[in-house]
């Protein structure tokens, strides 16, 4: 499994106590995408491959092999695992915004910025990315200064409806890193963006 794979994989693990003995609970949930790898769990008795959503294992100790996977679900792991679960970070919320051109948004983006603004209060966050960028219209040198430009004109309006300066890191891509894959100098609507993400 690549390393990315493996970052899609959420291990729950709780160590159960009955009088001086200890079980190891290894369990696999869903990442917040719905996806689902797969791990193996071993030990010097032999191992078990984990690769559907909610299905657990049990380790009693090294001698022991892992024991057959057993389908759990949702509710019997959000149950056994509520403690650890609630104290989660939130995943970081993404949105796009599109540029008609310059640094013009486009009315339904303009809308998205009350919604940005209520996802900062909601979280009280202090970690805002802001991150420029452009179509592959004009030189690497224009798009770089307009992906620039793009950034700071977010974050103001950002400011300007109440988040707080300091709170804001803005970076630019110029025309790398197109969401929509395009040869040089094509006019691409959706890779004229800024992506704001908060934290």
């Known amino acids: 499994m690549c390393r990315a794979q493996r970052l899609a994989v959420m291990l729950l693990l709780i160590f159960l106590s009955n009088g001086c003995a200890k079980r190891t609970l290894i369990a696999l949930a869903p990442d917040p995408d719905g996806k689902t790898g797969s791990i193996t769990v071993g030990n010097q008795a032999g191992s078990v491959a984990i690769d559907a959503p909610y299905q657990a294992t049990t380790v009693t100790d090294v001698m022991g092999r892992p024991s057959e996977p057993e389908l759990l679900g949702k509710e019997a792991l959000d149950r056994i ?3 650890s679960l609630s104290i989660q970070p939130k995943r970081p919320l993404h949105f796009l915004l599109y540029f008609e051109k310059d640094t013009t948004l486009t009315p ?3 809308k998205v910025l009350t919604s940005i603004i209520s996802t900062i209060r909601e979280r009280n966050s202090t970690d805002i990315s802001v ?3 452009t179509d ?3 030189t690497k040198e224009y798009n770089t200064t307009l992906s620039s430009n793009r950034a700071r004109a977010v974050k103001d309006l950002l400011v300007r409806l109440g988040a707080e300066p300091g709170a804001i890191q803005t970076t630019s891509h110029g025309k790398e890193n197109l969401l929509i894959p ?3 100098n094509v006019n691409e609507p959706r890779n004229r ?3 704001v993400v908060v934290r």
């Open 81 to 83: 695992f509520a403690e």
């Open 108 to 110: 339904d983006s303009t």
């Open 131 to 133: 991150v420029g960028h």
């Open 136 to 138: 592959t219209v004009g």
């Open 182 to 184: 395009t040869s040089d």
């Open 193 to 195: 963006r800024v992506e």
